[in-house]
Structures are given as structure tokens and as C-alpha cells.
């Protein structure tokens, strides 16, 4: 019982930036751009937040950080930097109809780039013998969890004990999954995203449906690069630890079926997967099954695939012209 | 009608695409209220251009349009839609996988309600005659049930003016009909109506008055029941026209394609093909009659070597009389075995050409294999197609011309060209005039006729009765994959094999 306790939080901290990159990607797929860079949105995402952060700290000298500021600075610059990215994506693939794959692909490597290319500066700048950045009083705003969680035994280790963020990204979830569901704004955007034309031919602007999902899609997901580097990472910044889970996010997509509320549990179950290999025991002879175990996740994700692959119900396929851009006068 | 006022007049319209094609040249047309308006013209005459400029796909390059007698401007569908215009199109524009009520209500402002939505599509349908399950998801439904929709969805924005691109060309006669009712219905409650068709028996039905389109230029308007199909025709062509197919005699026939017991289960477990037995001679054109979808698709692409067979032969005869079986071939093989078979796929640009390449490499498509060595030839296709180009005037700026940029009329005589240029033993042919024109129709029937006279034994799958039975010296009716008779061509009545299409032998009572 005390592993699981310890257990489900830590899946709930790995499967939240998952959860932000998953829900922004269906944002974006919805309206038949096939966003491969989000991978690349969540290493800017995460650095940008960290630059915000890092100078705010840095002017204060030692004094204590105002709450409010050291939360709104790295959130706004995180959401301006992903913000960027979404608007570059957009530029070159509505307007100029840029290949989708081949412009997500080159955002991904870029982003990942852009993030330790800072992420190194940044540690130049700051001077220290660890290859990191550590913003710990930052982190702790974001991480800070309601004054009571801590008294509410079980329950709150497993519901309370996670900052802001984590509950936003949930939030953010359902609410994408209503306004697709039960609003017209989210059956225009479904039409955009099954069939341009048709959208056009009913009066839909698919040009500003595209640009608005594709780029709030992109800031959806950005938050998870910051919530990982602020909270679950307790604010420590290091080359490339953000790791792959970019492409687990756009992997959550196709085995949700395209749906943000399914997201949040997938999600953490996907977070769950990604840390199994530190809850099974090997005994210490064995060290190298701990590899073996965390390739987990992706087998997971390959099975997942090939099952989803399998579906026949029309209501589960992706939008039909997902990765297709529009161009009304094209014949 | 002459005291109906213009609901629509457009005024010196001109549209030229990129690289200087012009699609419409000082094109003026009126479409009065309370009328049914025809725009008759060939593949690639500009009408449906002229009506995507009505509809806010297209804006012109010059000229003007007045609703109401007052200049318009355009610019986007719901321009369109805010002044009463609404179109059909013959690609139908619906999402799939949302329900008839959401696609209706689909880009108009305001709280989603499809509830109410609802109660107003059944209270349109009620008022026109339509038959419409709101709930209904798209992908469910016929084609002409996706039609209805359409109209639906015009009429649920409040157009008054209709444009309908093509209607017929996908419904069975019956739908036709059905259609034409709801729109004689539109017509009565003031509405003003343009069909855009190239069946002048349906013109000559509908429609009050006829427009003609040649070549991107407004001809003239006449008025429809003083006007004939070979008045209409000669307008529309530019010259004289033969109403006539002709069918040649066959010569020395001899049995080419011996079809036994042939039994076919589609990939989702539906039987498509019972038992389907039947023989094809050299210099005969076998017409094959059916409700579509009843196992015409699954027929050819059994003997093309396309289709997994549950059991049954098809067995090939050649000139000196050696016997072989064609079943368990894929295409390769029975090519390497020296069967010339061409085939002229139902879904041209899915099965028989590449949109994305010219018409010289769709040429080369057929024929590079023939090249020795580990360069291909690109010479004779490039020459080849010149020639098809020339000889079938394909309407093509030229042929570096990715494939689908084209017309369907044209995209067809490519297809037929290429496949007709094989000098084929066996000929197979699906719907092959879909969506042509009547000049390019009778280009093809003749194209057909002249593989016939060759000695090519020809499958003739067709949608037109009246065609099959004057081009065809054998009709064979299928219905629901069972083989229900084969017929003389010569002798075949239409309301006979109308009737065979729909009932199986042996249930017809009476």
C-alpha cells in the first residue's frame, strides 16, 4: 500500500506534461494540421519559462520573490514562446502550404535545439560546476500545494499533492473536450478538420480556425514543458531531460481516439508506465532488467497502435484530411 | 414566362485560371423567379465555373451580378448565402462522420441547438416532399440520401435561388424522379432553380428554359419545349452531330472468355457474385445491365486479376485455340501469359491513372516494363500520348499537365486512349462516359465500336439503357450478383430489362 500511495502521484507528476502535450496536439489534429513538432513546442515551452524565471531571479539579488510575478513571468514568456511556435507552424503551413510532416518534423529538431542551446547560456551564465540551472524558489510557487493536503492522509497524497498546473491541465482537458463535444465553435472546428471544403463552401473561415486551434494547441502544450521543468522537476533545468516525451504525447493522441476528457487517463496511465521500471524489483544483481523494464512505455505504445490501428468505427478514425492542406481554388 | 422578373442576371463575366486557361468569356445569363433554368454545355464548357462564381467559390475577373437588379460583389460562400444563392455541388460538400442536422446547421451563427435545428428540418421536408432522418450519420447514407441533404441545407440558409451541379448524374432513374418532384415543389413556391446536366432527355423534362455553354461563352437561352435534342446538341457542339451509335455486325466470332460458376465474397463477407456463368466472343460487345453496386465491379476485376475468387474459371481462349485459366493471376501474370486485357476502371483517377503525373508518364504507367536495360524509355509514351491527345482532342494545355488538373471528360480519354492503345484481345469497360458529354460520349462509343470491328472481345458495363442496348449484340442483366439473363441486344426491350435489373427471376410474380 505505501508503494502504490508513493506511486500515484509520481505517475500523476510524469503523466501531466504528457496530458498538456496530448490535449494541445488534439487541439491542433482536430483541425486537420498534424503537428509533429509539438515535441520541439514543449523543449521551448519549458526553456522560455526557465529564461523568464531565471532573469527574475537573477535581478532580485537574493531578496524573495514576489508570488504572483515569479508565477505570471515564466508562465506568460512559456506561453509566448510556444505562442511563437504555433504562429511559425501556422505561417508555413497554411499560408505557404509548407509539407505538414517535413515542417514538424524540422520544428521538433529546432525546438529541441533552441531549449539546450539557452539551456547551455543559461548555465555559462550562471557560473556553476553542475550542468544545470536550478530555480528551486520559483519551483516552489508552482509546486506549492493547498495548505491542507498534507493533513488529509491517502486522499490527499493521491488527489492534493500536486501544484497548480496539474489541475489546470486537467481542466484544460475537459474543457476541450466540451467545447468539440457541445459547442458550435468545436463542431466548426471538426468540420475544418474532416473536410476544408465543405467547411468553406458553409462560411467557415478555415484559414483563422486553423491558425487559432494550431497555436492554442501549441500553447496547451508548452505549459507541460513548464510544469515539468517547474514543478516535476523541482525547477532544475538539464540539457535534454525532458526527453522523448514529446512524442508520447502525439502517441497519446491516436490511442485516445481523438478525445481530451480519455486524455487525462491515459495520460496518467502513460506516466505510470514510464516510471514502472523504479517499482519492480530486480534485487541488485540484476541491475540491467531495470533497462529492460523501461522500455515499457513504448512497447505500450507500439501495442496501443497496432490496436488502434484495427478499429473500424468511422467515429474513431482521425480527421479525414489531417496532414492535407487547403487551398479553395485547387482543383 | 415572360412576365417573371430576373432574379439573378449576370453581366459580361470573365474567369481566366493560372496560365491563361479561361474558364468564362463575357458570359451574361438571367435566371428568373418562379423558373427552372438549364445550363447545358460540354465537359470543360465552363458552367460549373460560371456557378461557383455565383456560390462565392470563384470571384470573376470582370463583370457584374445583380440579384434583384442590384450589383452584387461575391466574395465567399456566405456572401452567397446572405443573398438567398445556394448550390449543390456535385462533389458533395459534407463531413462524413457528423449527422445530418449538424452538417446542416454547420458554419451559421449562434447557440448550438440541434433540437431545434431539427424540428426545421423536418418542417422543410415536410413542405418539399423530402425524406430526411435528421439523426442520420452521413456515412450511412445513399447518395441520393447525401443529395437530399444538400438541398436541405440550402434551404434550411433561406436561398431562393438554387444551383444544382449535376444532380442526376449518381441517382437511379427512380431517384431522378424523386428529385424532380421536390424541385417542380421549389419551383411552385416561387423559388428560382439552375440544373446543370448534359442529359437533354432530362433537360427537356425539368427545366423551362435552356442555356448554352461553349467552350467558356454563353451561346444562347432557348425556350425548352420549342427547342429539340438536336438543336440543343448543334448548339452546344458547334457543328453537327450523329445522334447514332453504330453497331457493326460481328465478324468471325470466336469464343474468347469462358466464365464458369464464378463466386466472389467481398472483404467485408457479403457474397457480391452467385454463380456467374457466361461466355465472351472476339468482335462482340457483351453490355452487362445492373442496379450499381450489384457485383458489375467484382465481375471485371475477377477476370482483370484484381478480385479474390471463392471459386470458379475464368478461362481465356486464344486464336489457335489453347486454353487458360486466368483466376489466381494478378495482372503481371496474365500480361506475361500474352493476354491483352485492358480495363477502364470505374474509379479512373483511383485505379486507372496517377492525378499527380502527366499524361505522358500515366502513358509509361502501361508500358515501361516493355523498356530493356535500367533506363526507361520516356520517347514513345511522350509520342503516344501526343497522338491520343491529338487524335481523342483531349482539352489539356499540354501534356506535362498533371492528370487531375484536367476535366473529367478529358480525364477519361486519356484513360481510354492509353488502354485502347494496347490493341486489346479483351476490352473492359465501367461506367466508361460517366460525366462525359454527349460530343466526347460518342467519341468513346466510337473508339469502342472500332476495338470491336478489330476483334477485341468487349465488356461493355454500363448505367444508360438506352446505350447499352443500341451499342451491345449481347445484354447480360445482373442483379444482386446472380446472372438473371442474357439477352440479344438487337432485340433486348428496355422496360424488360428494367425489370430484370430489380427482381430476381423467379420472384417476379405476376
Redesign the interface.
Known sequence: MLGFLSFIPRAVGQGIPLLFGCTGEIVTEKSGNLNLGIPGVMYVGAISGVIGSFFYENSLNGRPLNGFLAITIPLLCSLLGSFLMGMLYCFLTVTLRANQNVTGLAMTTFGVGFGNFFGGSLIKLSNLDVPTIALSKTSAFFSATLPFASKAGWFGQIFLSYGFLAYLGIATALVVAFILK???IG??L??VG??P????????NVTKYKYVSTVAGCMIAGLGGLYYVMDYASGVWSNDAFGDRGWLAIALVIFTIWKADIGILASVLFGGLYILYLYIPTGMAHMELKELYKMIPYIVTLVVLIITSMRNR??D?PP?SLGLNYF??D? | MSDSKAAVSMRNITKT?GQGVIANKDVNLDINKGEILSLLGENGSGKTTLMNML?G??YPDSGEIFIDSKPVSIR???DA?DLGIG?V?QHF??????SAA??I????????DLKSACARIREICDRYGFDVDPDK?I?NMSVSEKQTVEIVKVLYRGADILILDEPTAVLTPQETQKLFDVMRNMKKDGKSLVIITHKLNEVQEISDKVAILRQGEYIGTLITKDTNPQEMTDMMVGHKVELNIERPEPLNSALRIRVKGLNVVNEEGIKKLTDVSFDIYSGEILGIAGISGCGQKELLESIAGLQKVESGSVVYIDDDGTEKELIGMDPLKIKELGVTLSFVPEDRLGMGLVGNMDISDNMMLRSFRDSHGIFTDRKSPHDRAERIVKLLNVDTPGIETPV??LSGGNVQKVLVGREIYQRPKVLMTAYVVRGLDINSSYTIYELINSQKVAGAAVIFVGEDLDVLLQISDKVMVLCDGHVNAILDGRTADKSEVGLLMTSLKGEVTD
Open positions: 457541445k459547442t458550435r463542431l466548426h471538426r468540420a474532416e473536410s471544403t465543405t467547411a468553406d463552401a458553409a462560411g467557415i468511422r467515429e478514425q479525414a479553395r481554388e482543383r | 485560371f456560390s467559390i470563384y465567399s460562400p456566405k448565402y448550390m455541388h460538400k459534407l463531413v462524413d462522420v457528423l449538424q452538417n446547421v454547420l458554419g451559421l451563427p449562434g447557440k448550438l450519420k456515412y487531375r488538373r
